[in-house]
């Protein structure tokens, strides 16, 4: 499809906030708009330390991604995906086995799955690579269109949940809806995860708070802070990887970490389903 008839799909979603945007620009990409970067600035004075955290998840899903392909992983369902930036998990996976790994990209923002469409269009294998507009709420309807792009249930997928699950209250029971998907993978898959983690004591909690509070007030969605044994629940009977679940710069780092990892301010863990 060609670019103009994907973005003349958006509507008003370019007028809102957009997490997605917002977090593209923390980490320096370009498919973001004026009013995101004003966001982005306004909640970066109150919170500093969100860039680091924007930057430090991204290198996560960097390392993860290398560390499924040489376990032998190589199909990955990446929930809540968001906007293409740099590092994006089927140019990390092709780096390391260049033609073996299959992506699935999942959004449900009209315009994150529109660049990722684009994106994917241009540089991309659309025999191996795909970008659905779909909704992690959506489980069975979900997991049928992600295995009819030809993911195969019976070898292990890597599901990412990366930065994803902080974006929803606990009244829509994201852990649920995670026990679905958990059901679904097959054995030696691998569930990651990472969340934002501000423990209740930590003088940050107050300026987390007032981010929180601007996220739900001029963004697409609010941000959840859940505590660390709330956060390992979400792997459910899943048995974590060393070095368990830690601080973001801290999960099998390459070089040592630039900043505290506490500045991270999320958690983050790899778990492997046990087979039956």
């Known amino acids: ?4 008839e994907l973005l003349s799909r958006l509507g008003d979603s370019v007028d809102k906030v957009s997490v997605g945007r917002v977090y593209d620009y923390l980490l320096g990409g370009v498919h973001n708009y004026a009013h995101d970067r004003e966001f982005a600035e306004e909640q970066l004075k109150r919170f500093p330390d ?39 998990v089927h140019e990390v996976a092709d780096e390391v086995a260049p033609g073996k790994a299959r992506v699935v990209y999942i959004d449900n923002e009209p315009i994150a799955h529109a660049h990722a469409q684009i994106l994917l269009d241009r540089t991309a294998d659309p025999a191996r ?3 659905l507009d779909a909704d992690f709420f959506d489980r069975e309807r979900l997991w049928r269109r992600v295995l009819a792009t030809g993911i195969d249930p019976s070898r292990p997928i890597c599901l ?12 829509t029971r994201p852990e649920e809806v995670l026990a679905f998907y958990r059901d679904v993978l097959p054995p030696g898959s691998l569930l990651v995860i990472s969340h934002v983690a501000i423990a209740p004591d930590d003088p940050a909690m107050a300026a987390g708070e007032e ?3 601007a996220y739900r007030d001029q ?13 390992k629940a979400l792997f459910g009977d899943f048995e974590l990887v060393d070095p368990g679940l830690v601080w973001l710069s801290q ?9 505290d990892p506490t500045r991270t301010y999320s958690m983050a863990g790899v778990a492997r ?3 039956v």
């Open 251 to 259: 999960w099998r780092p390459t070089t040592p970490p630039r900043t």
């Open 50 to 88: 969100m860039r680091t955290s924007a930057r430090a998840n991204r290198d996560f899903l960097g390392r993860v991604v290398r560390y499924a392909m040489a376990e032998g992983v190589n199909q990955f369902v990446d929930i809540g995906s968001g906007l293409p930036t740099q590092g994006n």
């Open 129 to 131: 690579h795909f970008a």
């Open 160 to 171: 990412l949940m990366v930065a994803l699950l902080h974006f929803m209250p606990a009244q």
């Open 219 to 231: 963004s697409t969605n609010s941000v959840v802070n859940r505590e660390i044994d709330e956060i």
């Open 1 to 4: 499809m060609r670019d103009e």
């Open 211 to 213: 981010v929180a509070a």
């Open 273 to 275: 389903k046990p087979s």
